[in-house]
């Protein structure tokens, strides 16, 4: 699989992430090589493997659904200025 | 009290009164002041711990201090991941690992120095500046957990938690000549702990010895509800299972980690280790694990994908470095992350993206999982046939730092051997077992899911009968 630098673009883009021209082309061609490193996982049969999402074979806990956890906004808010009223502020979205 | 001492003589010294844990304490703190400029382990040093009137917690290890990776928060402190995303946050909880170890009565020495988000192997991604080993100030102590080894390894703290999602405890306890132990996949809490790789992750510790890891880690370990994918399976008390007699048990030597391809200086020190096992009754035999060819391509499509999804989170807006440039909401997100994110991370993140991507999907990540299912079935299958499974933790010892910066592919092949244990979430250990070139090398022995106390009997068993483990670089003896 080759990339090129639309490609790269456009997952800039997907993850939200600019880059300047220079890390474009460095990317590009370090890109590149980590693809054809995992390109070599094609040469794998792996017909009908399940595929593993976990290292342990468990099923997702369920708790009862009571309160264990209380609001401390003024405490989280701590880590950032922008907060007014209790509100996160952003640069303005709806016009 | 200048020489390195082990949480286990820490422990006497404090019972029988020789040294109070204030003493202690600020021992440590002064040495690591004075340090800490040559070495860089540490991104912020603790200094009001304690109080006179502090009253301790009853437990084997109260009073103990402590150096914690800038990867778990910790209350009221910094905590940065070695990342300028992170340089101001301030946690507003404890990790649960960080917790259970306050309530224990240990004390936090600092926040050590690492890899940004985890992501290196060389500690030379971390927004501020790389850590040096102490074996070799030109060289790197490895990573991502290169602050804890390094303060370890110079006696700058007696112990440190790590945590390892490819190698990150194992290589740089190799690449500084002490023993670092990766747990099962989800013996320890992930709470608090800031992810990298979900799948992957886990918390581990640093030590001088492998009885000093069996001390902390009984209470570190553990169910926490705050953790769905924590292990509900019982915590030992590690310390009883050390001294189990090894007679009988059989190690497995896969020929994948020797093929030859080890330089003759390092595979000297590995055959010289298995004649001190074989000593003790250890048996040996030759077995295949034909997957684990695998590993590194597979790790870096899982990892970087789940490290995408999980650094999503930083958006500027709730904490963390925030863009001051920005008209709109979705520039301001990509320059705030263009910011705050250096290189390795924004190369994962980008990766991680595309293997994510529509068209993508199954080929590389649905594909990658597939595989890893295989390479954990080589794994499982081992070890109906053998108790361990042992070969070098890295192919070299500590590079000059500089070395692989430019070239990702060759760093990522530092991992080589760690990454295969991450993939199948069984238990390592990397021990020291002697220098080339006055640069320490390890060992690593990989035990099946859970066996944590036996891979900490096997280690501590070695190193009641050899002292590799007890050496200690030229830096420390200038400090006396």
């Given at each position: 699989m080759s990339i090129d630098k639309s490609d790269?673009?456009?997952?800039?883009?997907?993850?939200?992430?600019?880059?300047?021209?220079?890390e474009q082309s460095v990317f590009l061609s370090q890109m590149q090589s980590i693809l054809d490193m995992i390109e070599e996982l094609q040469e794998v049969d792996t017909g009908d493997i399940e595929p593993m999402a976990h290292p342990l074979q468990m099923t997702q806990r369920l708790r009862d659904d009571e309160v264990t956890e209380f609001n401390d906004r003024e405490k989280y808010q701590n880590n950032t200025d922008f907060v007014e009223d209790g509100f996160y502020k952003v640069p303005k979205v709806i016009e | 009290m200048m020489k390195r001492h082990t949480v286990k003589e820490l422990q006497s010294m404090i019972a029988d009164h020789s040294a109070s844990s204030q003493e202690i304490y600020k021992i440590y703190n002064k040495r690591i002041r004075a340090m800490n400029d040559s070495i860089n382990a540490f991104i912020s040093i603790e200094s009001n711990e304690y109080s006179s009137d502090d009253k301790q917690p009853d437990s084997e290890i109260s009073g103990v201090p402590y150096a914690v990776k800038d990867i778990f928060c910790s209350e009221g402190d910094q905590t940065t991941c070695g990342s300028k995303m992170l340089s101001d946050f301030v946690s507003p909880y404890d990790a649960t690992v960080v917790k259970n170890l306050r309530e224990k009565g240990t004390v936090i020495l600092g926040k050590t120095n690492m890899d940004e988000f985890a992501m290196g192997s060389s500690n030379e991604t971390s927004f501020f500046g790389n850590v040096n080993n102490p074996w070799d100030l030109e060289r790197t102590p490895g990573g991502s957990s290169g602050g804890s080894a390094a303060a370890v390894a110079a006696g700058m703290a007696p112990i440190a938690l790590g945590t390892d999602t490819g190698g990150s405890i194992r290589q740089p306890a190799a690449l500084t000549g002490i023993t670092g132990l990766k747990p099962t996949y989800g013996r320890c809490s992930?709470?608090?702990?800031?992810?990298?790789?979900?799948s992957l992750d886990q918390a581990g510790i640093l030590s001088i010895s492998a009885e000093d890891s069996a001390i902390f880690l009984e209470h570190m370990a553990g169910y926490d509800e705050k953790d769905s994918t924590s292990s509900s399976e019982t915590v030992p008390k590690y310390t009883d299972f050390l001294n189990d007699d090894l007679t009988g048990k059989v190690v497995g030597l896969p020929k994948e980690f020797f093929d030859g391809s080890l330089d003759s200086r390092f595979q000297e020190l590995v055959t010289d280790s298995i004649c001190e096992y074989e000593k003790m009754g250890v048996k040996f035999k030759d077995i295949s694990l034909p997957n684990i060819k695998y590993s590194v391509p597979t790790y870096y499509v899982v990892a970087p994908a789940e490290c995408s999804s999980n650094l999503a989170r930083y958006d500027g807006v709730r904490f963390g470095h925030r863009s001051t440039d920005g008209e709109d909401l979705d520039a301001f997100y990509k320059r705030t992350r263009k910011e705050g994110f250096g290189q390795e991370v924004k190369r994962r993140i980008i990766t991680g993206t595309y293997v994510l991507s529509a068209g993508y999907?199954?080929?590389?990540?649905?594909?990658?999982?597939?595989?890893r299912q295989l390479i954990n079935q080589d794994?499982?299958?081992a070890f109906?046939?053998?108790?361990?499974?042992?070969?070098?933790?890295?192919q070299q010892s500590?590079?000059?730092?500089g070395e692989k910066v430019d070239d990702p592919v060759s760093m990522y092949m530092n991992d080589i051997y760690t990454i295969s244990s991450n993939l199948s979430g069984v238990p390592a250990i990397s021990h020291p077992i002697g220098f080339v070139d006055k640069l320490p090398f390890g060992l690593q022995i990989i035990a099946p899911h859970f066996k944590e106390h036996e891979l900490l009997n096997i280690a501590h068993k070695y190193q009641m009968v050899t002292d590799w483990h007890l050496q200690t670089p030229e830096i420390c003896k200038e400090m006396d």
């Open positions: 790269i673009e456009h997952l800039c883009n997907l993850s939200k992430l600019n880059l300047d021209d220079e | 992930r709470f608090g702990m800031i992810a990298f790789a979900s999907y199954d080929a590389y990540y649905l594909k990658a999982q597939k595989v794994f499982l299958d109906k046939q053998v108790d361990f499974i042992m070969g070098p933790t890295t500590a590079f000059k730092l």
